[in-house]
């Protein structure tokens, strides 16, 4: 029933919490996680997610259902704390977040966008949906088009590459951290 060979001994039964992508109303950070089937880096989002503030994960069709056995423990409980949106098509999804008022950022590793330059210019202080694709493929040409901006994440190192949840983990408390400075009233220094 724990669906591993040496589960924690622990065991709950609880409700679904399915939201409908209409409930995710006045959000100021969301994460979109499109065609991401690895339960594991779908878990560890979300809890990133939730970390980060975050008011939403949104997991599009084709995506890992966020109930799966390994994708409840790599959340380690965030999935009860903010609402999950499940089996969207993103484009709904992208229209749905846009008529909220938020932008939408699509990471990829060729972006026309640097991290640290929107960082720098304050871009990152509006609500912001970002948009995450699987770790080996990335997002789509589809899915890039839906965005406002293509952003990669400067690495100066000799890695060819952020896995999934390092790269939401980068971009969600950059915006967290935008975020926080417009709220406290901080201005930024050079």
Not at 64 to 82: E, F, Q, Y
Not at 92 to 104: I, P, S, T, W
Not at 128 to 147: K, R, V
Request: hydrophobic residues 45%; glycine residues 10%; contains cysteine.
């Amino acid at each position: 029933m724990g669906e591993t060979v040496t589960p924690q001994g622990v065991l709950g039964v609880a409700a679904l919490l399915d939201v409908p992508i209409a409930q995710v109303r006045s959000p100021r950070l969301v994460a979109v996680l499109d065609r991401v089937n690895d339960p594991g880096n779908a878990g560890t989002v979300l809890r990133t997610a939730d970390a980060a503030g975050a008011d939403a994960v949104v997991l599009t069709e084709g995506s890992v259902d966020p109930h799966n056995g390994k994708c409840v423990r790599a959340t380690a409980g965030s999935l009860w704390h903010l609402p999950v949106v499940s089996a969207v098509p993103l484009p709904d999804a992208v229209e749905h977040l846009r008529g909220q008022d938020l932008q939408v950022l699509a990471t990829s590793g060729s972006g026309e966008h640097d991290l640290d330059d929107l960082v720098d210019a304050g871009a990152l202080g509006a609500p912001t949906a970002w948009l995450f694709g699987p770790e080996a493929a990335g997002l789509s040409a589809d899915a890039l088009a839906l965005a406002d901006r293509t952003v990669r994440i400067p690495i100066v190192g000799r890695a060819e590459s952020l896995n999934l949840s390092a790269a939401a983990a980068v971009c969600l408390y950059a915006t967290r951290r935008a975020h926080r400075e417009i709220v406290v009233g901080r201005t930024r220094q050079p």
